[in-house]
């Protein structure tokens, strides 16, 4: 099972980008999956989740701002990020609860995507 996120890069203050966050592998269901992001010297934080049934959590710095979602069919997370601020540069990173094929077992286990660098510019 592997994440692969995608979709960061450079823009101006005010600007938008989407990120995706796409699972592959032999899943039989994926239950949260989160953004998290982390700046230089910072700690890394959550800004958004979505649970499997759709329920939605924001961290306050991007309530209004971002939209967290999901595509169960393409076994796909989104990001859509407006209003970008300088403030928002960081490296986002995706996680997902997935439950998937293992062997002869059922396992759930959380995975991690590689980050991706999103840089706002002033």
């Known amino acids: 099972v592997q994440l692969q996120a995608s979709g960061g890069g450079l823009v101006q203050a005010g600007g938008s980008l989407r990120l995706s966050c796409a699972a592959s592998g032999s899943i039989m269901s994926i239950d949260r999956m989160v953004w998290y992001r982390q700046a230089p010297g910072n700690q890394r934080e959550l800004v958004a989740a979505?649970?499997?049934?759709?329920?939605?959590t924001y961290a306050d710095s991007v309530k209004g701002r971002f939209t967290i979602s999901r595509d169960n069919a393409k076994k796909t997370g989104y990001l859509q990020m407006n209003a970008l601020l300088p403030e928002d540069t960081a490296v986002y990173y995706c996680s997902a609860r997935i439950t998937y094929y293992g062997g002869s077992a059922l396992v759930t286990d959380d995975f991690w995507g590689q980050g991706t660098q999103v840089t706002v510019s002033s």
């Open positions: 979505v649970a499997s049934g759709g329920r939605r």
